[in-house]
């Protein structure tokens, strides 16, 4: 069965950065696309980026220059690197895959903002 699990929320400070991570399983990771989204307390969820199978990205316009989307197919693992992070930057980051007509999403790890 397909799994997202995520990793490296965390707390961070205004200026600072964090990694995130997501392993994949259970599908043939290479040949998806993968997306990033967060979704901020009482807000609606929304994308951060995109990479697709081919490794072309897309990001969000409040994280454009900031952010960067990779992957490793060998280890099916997606990475958001998040750099000159911002309090509104606060949220619940979940990956998310669309699998054989199925959306799958990680579980989410909190990314906190504040100094």
């Known amino acids: 069965q397909v799994q997202l699990v995520e990793s490296g929320g965390g707390l961070a400070q205004p200026g600072g950065s964090l990694r995130l991570s997501c392993e994949a399983s259970g599908f043939t990771f290479s040949s998806f696309g993968m997306r990033w989204y967060r979704q901020a307390p009482e807000k609606e969820r929304e994308l951060v980026a995109n990479?697709?199978?081919?490794?072309?990205?897309y990001y969000a316009d409040s994280v454009k220059g900031r952010f960067t989307i990779s992957r490793d197919n060998a280890k099916s693992t997606v990475y958001l690197q998040m750099t000159s992070l911002k309090p509104e930057d606060t949220a619940v980051y979940y990956c998310?895959?669309?699998?054989?007509?199925?959306?799958?999403w990680g579980q989410g790890t909190q990314v906190t903002v504040s100094s």
């Open positions: 990479i697709a199978n081919s490794g072309s990205t």
């Open positions: 998310q895959a669309f699998v054989h007509m199925t959306n799958y």
